[in-house]
């Protein structure tokens, strides 16, 4: 069936049939075991060759393209954004809720998500099945379609930039932080660095947070805390929405 995009899903290009010493799954795995290591600039054909112990041109019967292999990777991914059996029908705030802490998590234990989400749309059936389920959490709301889509969109926004700020608060061992892939300060050295300018009495406002627990990456509850808020915004919109039209 036509559908006018031109995706790694809706072209006929089907890996070389036979017995293949590699395989797209394989390949995928690899580069995202790179792009979870180093980000997904890492992530080249030459380096997974040599990480599979293969030519690089022997990948290209299996993928075609790196754009290709960006959106495997991605959809493989989002596998682990699925809800097993889907949200709670009965109730859309913890659906919501549970969708979110779902996202959190995979987009956590793979940071180059957050670098992907802006460079390419999520086309894979993995992400329609992710956006399917958070569809089926808002369906019971009074809210006209649109309305719908902000809401999901809001909370998505939140649960991506909580996720962003916990990357670059975490550091690896040699204490860079996992998203620091572009040779940025690190996470003690933004500290350092604002804990300076605070002294200076330029910033009165932002001195009176230096030597506070500014960290999220270990403090989940922060992540549930401003997601009930957010909730709990969206449920009093809701109520109007609700006495408007009785």
């Known amino acids: 069936m036509a559908t006018g995009i031109d995706t790694v899903w809706t072209r006929d290009d089907e890996e070389a049939a036979g017995p293949q010493p590699l395989s797209r799954e394989a390949i995928v795995a690899a580069a995202i075991e790179i792009a979870d290591a180093d980000g997904l600039t890492a992530v080249s054909i030459r380096r997974l060759a040599t990480r599979l112990g293969a030519r690089p041109m022997s990948l290209y019967s299996h993928i075609g393209r790196k754009g290709d292999l960006i959106d495997l990777m991605v959809d493989e991914v989002m596998a682990g954004a699925i809800i097993p059996g889907g949200p709670p029908t009965d109730d859309w705030r913890e659906a919501l809720r549970q969708i979110a802490q779902r996202t959190r998590e995979s987009t956590r234990a793979h940071p180059w998500m957050i670098a992907a989400a802006f460079a390419r749309p999520f086309l894979g059936p993995n992400s329609l099945r992710h956006i399917d389920q958070s569809l089926a959490a808002v369906s019971s709301l009074p809210l006209t379609p649109e309305r719908k889509r ?97």
């Open 150 to 246: 902000a809401v999901l969109l809001a909370v998505d926004t939140y649960t991506l930039g909580f996720v962003r700020w916990e990357v670059m608060s975490t550091k690896k061992g040699d204490g860079t932080c996992i998203g620091n892939v572009d040779g940025g300060p690190n996470a003690a050295e933004i500290d350092a660095y604002i804990a300076a300018q605070a002294a200076s009495g330029e910033y009165p406002h932002l001195a009176e947070f230096v030597g506070q627990d500014m960290s999220l990456g270990v403090k989940a509850e922060k992540f549930e805390v401003g997601l009930e808020w957010l909730l709990a915004g969206i449920e009093a919109e809701v109520g109007g929405e609700r006495s408007s039209s009785d």
